[in-house]
């Protein structure tokens, strides 16, 4: 890895962001997410004070890009992209089932909750692979897939309870974040990944009434 890294994730459960120097860790900072995706540029200012950095020492930036959190994948992202152009660096985008699939170890089958008895998931075989299986599929159709294929069922501790089976990673590893996005010369620009029709909605409750 050349340079340092500043790895950002506000797709699961935590907002977090952490400065790596040669693949280790020199400053981190989170919090839960909670709706506050946009917290995301204090932790990032809060580890490059801890790492004893600037955003001008950067080499790189590795994000989470999805399936995830709608607001937060979208956050992330155009922090991501916005800090790289100011500072004339590149930004990698790295799925979250990739990073969860790393943590878990290969051969894995990493998921995410879709809800209504469904999954975002993907097998990884092995780091430098693509996905043999990416979709949003039924809870009961991971578990069939795993077991064909000897894999490990890895994610948020939502999913495994869903499944009833599984390793509960509720974090992400910003390590195995760096690590994909450093296997990766040429760069995958970040772009939000759903791996289904986007549902939200904008949000009216607080709209003000016309006159």
Do not use: W
């Amino acid at each position: 890895m050349t340079g340092p890294v500043l790895a950002l994730d506000t797709a699961l459960e935590r907002c977090q962001a952490a400065v790596l120097v040669d693949g280790v860790v020199r400053g981190t900072s989170s919090a839960d997410a909670r709706g506050d995706a946009e917290a995301i540029a204090a932790h990032s200012a809060a580890a490059l004070a801890q790492a004893g950095l600037k955003a001008g020492d950067l080499a790189r930036i590795a994000v989470t890009v999805g399936p995830g959190s709608f607001t937060g994948v979208r956050v992330g992202i155009a922090y991501a992209k916005g800090l790289a152009f100011a500072c004339s660096i590149p930004a990698v985008g790295v799925s979250t089932l990739e990073v969860l699939a790393r943590q878990a170890g290969f051969p894995a089958l990493a998921v995410i909750d879709a809800r209504h008895g469904a999954m975002f998931g993907a097998l990884y075989t092995t780091a430098s692979a693509p996905p043999q299986f990416e979709a949003r599929v039924a809870a009961s159709t991971c578990v069939e897939l795993a077991a064909a294929k000897g894999a490990t069922i890895a994610g948020p501790a939502s999913a495994i309870a869903v499944l009833g089976t599984g390793t509960p990673l509720q974090t992400l590893d910003l390590q195995h974040l760096a690590a994909a996005a450093a296997g990766d010369p040429a760069g995958r620009s970040p772009r939000a990944r759903y791996l289904a029709e986007v549902d939200a909605a904008p949000q009216t409750h607080k709209a003000l009434a016309r006159a």
